[in-house]
């Protein structure tokens, strides 16, 4: 599941130290739209691992907050902390690898 939140409650989970995937994207911008096909997949498969989405349109602030200047754009945040960044259009299994080593470095 991937859940829509706006950038107030991003600043307050980085500020909480909590670990999450956001991805930052916009309804115009297809690589988003395709980013998406993976990261819904994605989500099933790390339920212990939160997954935000963050309309860049509605919330610009978000660039300023995560230190980012496109969409679409992943940022893993490990304990508050940003753990991976992810510019751009890339492959599920990338994803994949990164929230698998995320998760084995949390145990």
């Known amino acids: 599941m991937i859940t829509q939140v706006g950038s107030s409650?991003?600043?307050e989970m980085i500020e909480q130290g909590t670990t999450f995937l956001v991805e930052v994207s916009a309804g115009w911008c297809h690589p988003c739209r395709?980013?998406?096909?993976?990261?819904?997949?994605l989500s099933?498969?790390?339920p212990e691992f939160p997954f935000y989405k963050v309309d860049y349109d509605a919330n610009?602030?978000?660039?300023?907050i995560l230190?980012?200047?496109?969409?679409p754009y992943i940022v893993i945040f490990r304990e508050g902390?940003?753990?991976v960044r992810i510019r751009g259009l890339t492959s599920e299994n990338s994803i994949r690898e990164a929230?698998?080593?995320?998760?084995k470095n949390s145990l």
Do not use: Q
């Open 60 to 64: 610009t602030d978000i660039f300023e």
């Open 81 to 83: 902390k940003a753990a």
């Open 9 to 11: 409650a991003i600043r």
């Open 34 to 41: 395709i980013l998406e096909k993976f990261l819904f997949p």
């Open 99 to 103: 929230l698998s080593e995320i998760l």
């Open 44 to 46: 099933n498969e790390f």
């Open 67 to 71: 230190e980012i200047g496109t969409v």
